[in-house]
T-cell receptor
Framework: NAGVTQTPKFRILKIGQSMTLQCTQDMNHNYMYWYRQDPGMGLKLIYY???????DKGEVPNGYNVSRSTTEDFPLRLELAAPSQTSVYFC??????????????FGPGTRLTVL | AQSVTQLGSHVSVSEGALVLLRCNYSSSVPPYLFWYVQYPNQGLQLLLK??????LVKGINGFEAEFKKSETSFHLTKPSAHMSDAAEYFC??????????FGTGTSLTVIP
């Protein structure tokens, strides 16, 4: 199993540009998540999904969009990039079943800089 | 809503000394609690998790944590620090699996 993969690893955007961060997992997990990590701030949840076709906002969703058309893929879209979106983005997945949650498995991250 | 507080953003210990990283949580329902480790330029890796079974949880690399409901704590310990333990450590809580709430992290430095 590759686990959770993310592309690209690094990206520099100009203000106002758009891009999609890709995330794929091959563990057949039902839950998937997008976080951003800023220095000294820990991880903040942007969006999550509990299954294909179902997504919901996390703590910091403004400026982002997601979709989940398959169990495996959970892309994150930035429509109009702003300097405040400079961050490291992590995708994660987990298996949630009745009676408890499994561990979150994290991808290696995408380092995004908006200039 | 849940939350996690990690006391001490930076902790330094000597090699071979006890490691103690503090985590206190807030939750109105029984929580699931996790400790993750992050090495530079990498994603997070699970160290251990509490899911309402034994209150003393053993994880990888010699780490363990004890769930104390009366103190709302889930502190991470390791009897003897190793140089390879130097990393960022995050405590996290969830009750539904929908949203995980992470602490702001503790950077562990191990002094030779």
């Amino acid at each position: 199993n590759a686990g959770v993969t993310q592309t690209p690893k690094f990206r520099i955007l100009k203000i106002g540009q758009s891009m999609t961060l890709q995330c794929t997992q091959d563990m057949n997990h039902n839950y998937m998540y997008w976080y951003r990590q800023d220095p000294g701030m820990g991880l903040k949840l942007i969006y999550y999904s509990v299954g294909a076709g179902i997504t919901d906002k996390g703590e910091v969703p403004n400026g982002y969009n997601v979709s989940r058309s398959t169990t495996e893929d959970f892309p994150l879209r930035l429509e109009l990039a702003a300097p405040s979106q400079t961050s490291v983005y992590f995708c994660a997945s987990s298996l949630w079943e009745a009676g408890g949650t499994d561990t979150q498995y994290f991808g290696p991250g995408t380092r995004l800089t908006v200039l | 809503a849940q939350s996690v507080t990690q006391l001490g953003s930076h902790v330094s210990v000597s090699e071979g000394a006890l490691v103690l990283l503090r985590c206190n949580y807030s939750s109105s329902v029984p929580p699931y609690l996790f400790w993750y480790v992050q090495y530079p330029n990498q994603g997070l890796q699970l160290l251990l998790k509490y899911t309402s079974a034994a209150t003393l949880v053993k994880g990888i690399n010699g780490f363990e944590a004890e769930f104390k409901k009366s103190e709302t704590s889930f502190h991470l310990t390791k009897p003897s620090a190793h140089m390879s333990d130097a990393a960022e450590y995050f405590c996290a809580v969830t009750t539904t699996g929908n949203q995980f709430y992470f602490g702001t992290g503790t950077s562990l430095t191990v002094i030779p």
